[in-house]
């Protein structure tokens, strides 16, 4: 594995924790959000035993879902050409650069021209900003949904009062 491949490695795990960062906000968004419809419906349908574990298991359910989810998405294998790929699209000062050596890396015949070629450095490859390749417009959205489903879980407590708290705890645990 070449210097460049250990670095693209490198960088692949970077993005992987960026974007599973990114997924377990709407994560935590989405479950907060199913806690106050289940709460709704324990507090409307008044369920006993059997009910109440049907609406855990959903909340169950969907917790081990999004697990599964976010650990699909950090242990995403992407090929060196592929992260040089994204690099290049998101960074298109790199001008093919990083995608033409790591494809001409894999040659089996490689001339005096193209040896030369890969020994030297990407331009601008070592001062990218990779810390712009998080999405922060999508992160002040997901963050907007977490403070939205928290509101939602928070204020009928105030308005119905021990009923609400009552039907959280029975969700959560029936």
């Known amino acids: 594995m070449s210097n460049l491949d250990h670095e693209l490695k490198q960088i ?13 906000i709407f994560a935590v968004a989405t479950l907060l959000s199913a806690w106050v419809a289940l709460t709704a419906l324990d507090v409307w349908l008044r369920p006993r035993f059997y009910g ?8 169950i359910l969907l917790a081990l879902s999004a697990l599964g989810w976010l650990i699909r998405v950090l242990n995403h294998k992407r090929s060196p050409a592929a992260v040089a790929a994204f690099l290049e699209k ?5 001008d093919n650069h990083l995608i033409n050596r790591v494809l ?6 490689q001339s005096s021209w193209l040896k030369t070629y890969l020994n030297e450095g990407v331009p601008g490859f070592a ?4 810390s712009e390749i998080k999405n922060k417009k ?8 977490i403070a939205a489903a ?6 009928p407590a105030f308005v119905l009062g021990n009923a609400w708290t009552v039907a959280m705890q029975r969700v959560a645990n029936p």
């Not at 109440?52 to 909340?59: D, F, K, M, N, T």
């Open 12 to 24: 692949n795990g970077k993005i992987n924790r960026w974007h599973t960062f990114e997924h377990l």
């Open 52 to 59: 109440r574990i049907a609406l855990s298991s959903v909340l």
């Open 90 to 94: 998101k960074f298109p000062q790199l």
């Open 104 to 109: 001409f890396a894999c040659e089996s015949s």
């Open 127 to 130: 001062s990218l900003p990779l």
């Open 138 to 145: 999508l992160r002040k959205r997901g963050a907007a949904a």
């Open 150 to 155: 928290l509101l939602a879980l928070i204020v």
